[in-house]
T-cell receptor
Framework: NAGVMQNPRHLVRRRGQEARLRCSPM?????VYWYRQLPEEGLKFMVY????????ESGMPKERFSAEFPKEGPSILRIQQVVRGDSAAYFC?????????????FGPGTRLTVL | AQTVTQSQPEMSVQEAETVTLSCTYD???????LFWYKQPPSRQMILVIR??????QNATENRFSVNFQKAAKSFSLKISDSQLGDAAMYFC???????????FGAGTRLTVKP
């Protein structure tokens, strides 16, 4: 059973470009979470999705950031018109159910660098 | 809002010795879950141990154990017989039963000296 997959592992963008980060949850998991980790900091929650639904986006910046988890295919975190401050590691996690006891399984992360 | 505090940015331990990493949290809830995650240089987040707040017994996983003090809102991680492979960033995390996100501390960088 493959773990959570994220791609690309490294992404370089120039200011003003768009960044698309992909996350494929573990097989059988229908809950996806996105986190952002700035250098020397812990992970900060961004958004929680189930298939075709955004359940909680309280951690998402109000502008330029969006996320989706379509019926088919991976979850996508999109950042439009990137700025240097968006440079960070973005982690995706998945779980089989909503129960908060369930462990969230993390992917390897995507390191975004904005030039 | 719940906050998680790790007051030790860096810790070091001699190989085979024991080290304790501190974590405190702030919450008004009575039921929640606590986690310790390890992040090695590969940056993969690996679950080390978890604790349910309603359980009085401290969780143990091989060389890793916790000291959970609910009244003090403290959740420290003890690593016994430290190994070189234990060197990593360690993050304490809190998860409420009422929302969907995990709150992470800022992390403690553990160095293991041979």
């Amino acid at each position: 059973n493959a773990g959570v997959m994220q791609n690309p592992r490294h992404l370089v963008r120039r200011r003003g470009q768009e960044a698309r980060l992909r996350c494929s949850p573990m097989k059988g998991h229908s809950h996806v979470y996105w986190y952002r980790q700035l250098p020397e900091e812990g992970l900060k929650f961004m958004v929680y999705l189930q298939k075709e639904n955004i359940i909680d986006e309280s951690g998402m910046p109000k502008e330029r950031f969006s996320a989706e988890f379509p019926k088919e295919g991976p979850s996508i975190l999109r950042i439009q018109q990137v700025v240097r401050g968006d440079s960070a590691a973005y982690f995706c996690a998945s779980s089989p159910r909503e129960s908060s006891y369930n462990e969230q399984f993390f992917g390897p992360g995507t390191r975004l660098t904005v030039l | 809002a719940q906050t998680v505090t790790q007051s030790q940015p860096e810790m070091s331990v001699q190989e085979a010795e024991t080290v304790t990493l501190s974590c405190t949290y702030d919450t008004s809830e009575s039921d929640y879950y606590l986690f310790w995650y390890k992040q090695p240089p590969s940056r993969q987040m690996i679950l080390v141990i978890r604790q349910e707040a309603y359980k009085q017994q401290n969780a143990t996983e091989n060389r890793f154990s916790v000291n959970f003090q609910k009244a003090a809102k403290s959740f420290s991680l003890k690593i016994s017989d430290s190994q070189l492979g234990d060197a990593a960033m360690y993050f304490c995390a809190y998860r409420s039963t009422h929302n969907n996100d995990m709150r992470f501390g800022a992390g403690t960088r553990l160095t293991v000296k041979p």
